[in-house]
């Protein structure tokens, strides 16, 4: 008996031992606490700027989190979105760091210096931070934002606005008219950077939370497709191909290449403002109503009320699309000026091109119809005949009580205009107005 209550004394004071081991180590994981690290990578815009959001504010729910990492890869981007993400690091009320590896290019410098610390992996470099365009409007605003946020963290402020304006000169350090690009080392040396790291676990350490666990975030696919979509290169070409695209389907009859062209560049338009979470449903359906109203346009001749009012809905779409208005703005002269490029190599080469002649007359005109072949009527060369349907450029036209297939030498001819056949290119039969 007494054996027995020895063992069960022995078997109670070991559960008791083991169950504070347990707790202990519980309770030193959960002291140790949590580091997010957030990867900014690539071009600083829309979708990059949704990242962080989200990126940020799944770690604030974190009751355990003690810091977050940004770890700087980019070449730089839009202001608005860098000023956006510096605002969201700064009101981390954790303990913040960014990691530059391999580069902090323009807009990621100001990325760069929102957190409490600086660290940089060797080899990289930061600086050449001058806005596009480089107005003194924009300089002045963009410098500014530089100078508050490194005086805030406590950073040089006149190294920080040399690296975007190159009229500053810092003695031993930079001449007028050069931007500033520092290494690592000479970050470092400057007291730009608070040291140089060759890893993640370095960088805990500088911010004294090497125990921590790490939490990393990943970015999407969708968030990667959105950065490419929205990048400052793709977005423009993407609204200039919807353009150039409804030029053709508007200059055509029935719905064709241009349309369908239009329609694709558009979608991936809104479709990357969608992903970035920079385009709500209110966008989508200004968009979709536009769409409506061409397509009407596209069954109807000649261009009226319907196609202003799609013209008007696609700029006002785009407007709404865009986070400020002068981003819109550029966009869309970008997107005129392309267009308006391409309007005039329609309009002089259409009428000599046999690829043009495949997406514009498309529809089969057959003798039943009351249309005849053009390779028959060689003869027709100099007569003159009435429009039928509006030529833009191509239609059709009546000769001699035939309707024909026929283009104007590029310019736009209502029904009724009366016409003369002056030249026979292949199948294609030009005519001019009759003055």
């Not at 400057?190 to 890893?199: M, N, P």
């Not at 991936?268 to 403002?273: A, I, M, R, V």
Request: with cysteine; proline share 3%; charged share 20%.
């Amino acid at each position: 008996m007494h054996k027995n209550s020895i063992r069960r004394c022995n078997r109670i004071i070991l559960a008791a031992l083991m169950i504070f081991l347990l707790l202990t180590l519980v309770s030193g994981a959960q002291s140790n606490g949590n580091v997010y690290i957030v990867p900014l990578e690539g071009e600083v815009g829309p979708a990059m700027e949704q990242f962080a959001a989200v990126s940020i504010s799944t770690a604030m729910d974190d009751p355990d989190l003690k810091g977050i990492i940004f770890l700087i890869d980019t070449y730089g981007g839009r202001v608005d979105s860098a000023e956006n993400i510096s605002e969201m690091i700064m009101e981390v009320p954790v303990t913040t760091a960014s990691f530059v590896s391999p580069r902090a290019i323009s807009a990621g410098v100001l990325l760069t210096i929102s957190a409490d610390y600086v660290t940089m992996a060797p080899g990289s470099n930061i600086g050449s931070a001058e806005t596009i365009p480089d107005t003194e409007k924009a300089l002045s605003a963009w410098t500014g934002e530089l100078r508050s946020v490194a005086q805030e963290k406590g950073r040089d402020p006149e190294l920080i606005a040399a690296m975007a304006d190159q009229r500053i000169v810092i003695e031993n350090v930079v001449d007028e008219g050069e931007l500033l690009n520092l290494t690592a080392a000479e970050a470092l040396e400057l007291g730009l950077s608070d040291y140089t790291a060759r890893g993640v676990s370095e960088v805990l350490a500088v911010m004294e939370l090497s125990d921590a666990n790490t939490i990393e975030m990943e970015i999407s696919r969708a968030v990667r497709i959105a950065q490419v979509l929205t990048s400052s290169m793709v977005a423009p070409i993407l609204l200039s191909l919807g353009m150039v695209g409804l030029i053709i389907e508007i200059m055509t009859a029935g719905f064709g290449v241009g349309g369908t062209i239009s329609l694709i560049a558009f979608s991936l338009y809104f479709g990357g403002g969608i992903l970035a979470g920079n385009t709500g449903l209110a966008v989508i359906l200004v968009f979709l109503a536009a769409i409506a109203l061409l397509a009407i346009e596209a069954m109807a001749p000649g261009f009226g009320i319907a196609g202003l009012g799609g013209l008007a809905l696609i700029i006002a779409s785009v407007v709404m699309a865009s986070s400020t208005t002068g981003i819109a703005v550029v966009s869309l002269i970008v997107a005129l000026v392309m267009s308006i490029i391409a309007l005039i190599i329609i309009l002089k080469y259409a009428p000599k091109s046999s690829y043009f002649d495949r997406l514009t007359l498309g529809t089969k005109m057959t003798s039943d119809s009351g249309y005849i072949s053009t390779e028959r009527k060689e003869e027709l060369k100099g007569k003159e005949g009435v429009v039928t349907s509006y030529l833009r450029p191509s239609g059709t036209v009546e000769i001699d009580g035939e309707r024909i297939d026929a283009v104007s030498e590029g310019v736009y001819l209502e029904q009724g205009t009366r016409v003369k056949v002056i030249s026979m290119e292949g199948r294609r039969i030009v005519v001019r107005k009759i003055d």
